[in-house]
């Protein structure tokens, strides 16, 4: 696997490597999109993170993941597992995301879920991995394996603004789905990472020159 997108030269050297194989990536680069390495923590805390986000605006998850913070000291999935429901669902969490934080801290406390190790892995078999927990879904995964672990390989298809980048970015007539940005995407590896960092910066780009917001 390649190094962990975790320094700008990495990152660089993801953008070169795309550059080489894919005309319009290097395209985009040479205009300045550029994109950010932002990172989150890794670990039960970011998984947690991403999931309080789904479904809800910046603003809510950012009310949300502060009132959880408050009561979640340290952010571990045994202390997790012991905050009733009540409690969960004050901090603003609704019962199906209350759901899948609890299988998740399961998960990891009982070994089926190694998320200090998924670094170490392809990024598929990492999706895999945490895909089998109920309530993970692919675009969770890959944000979580994206922005939590710098895992160069992962690949949001599913989200809507890397669809939308690529079609704007290719010229096509309609939004890929996730099945064709899938394919799409095989040539990027093993930066498809880097590729969808790129896709999210161009979209920011090209809604900010329509007027609209990002």
């Known amino acids: 696997m ?33 994109p ?9 805390e970011g998984l947690a993170w991403i999931v309080v986000g789904q479904q809800v605006s910046t603003a809510s998850a950012t009310a ?4 959880l913070r408050a009561i979640l000291e340290p952010a571990t999935p045994e202390v997790f597992l012991k905050l009733s429901d009540e409690d ?8 199906g995301k209350v759901r ?29 991995l945490l ?15 994206l922005f939590c672990l710098g895992h160069p390989d992962a690949f949001p298809s599913g989200d809507l603004a890397v669809q939308e980048a690529a079609r704007l970015a290719y010229g096509l007539e309609t939004r890929p789905d996730a099945k064709t940005l899938t394919v799409m ?20 780009v090209a809604k900010a020159r329509e007027g609209a917001p990002a």
């Open 64 to 67: 949300i993941w502060g009132r």
């Open 36 to 44: 950010q390495l932002r990172k989150r923590p890794p670990g039960f």
């Open 131 to 145: 895909t089998r927990v109920k309530g993970i879904g692919p675009w969770t995964a890959d944000v979580y394996l």
């Open 88 to 95: 969960l669902r004050a901090a603003g969490l609704s019962a």
């Open 185 to 204: 995407a095989e040539r990027w590896r093993p930066w498809r990472g880097v590729a969808a960092k790129v896709l999210w910066a161009y979209y920011r």
């Open 2 to 34: 390649a190094t962990l997108l975790e320094t700008d030269q990495v990152l660089k050297r993801g953008l070169t490597a795309l550059a080489k194989v894919d005309p319009v990536m290097a395209r985009l680069t040479a205009e300045g999109v550029t």
């Open 100 to 128: 899948t934080l609890r299988a998740v801290a399961t998960e990891i406390i009982e070994g089926r879920l190694p998320l200090d190790k998924l670094h170490d892995v392809p990024a598929d078999e990492a999706h895999s």
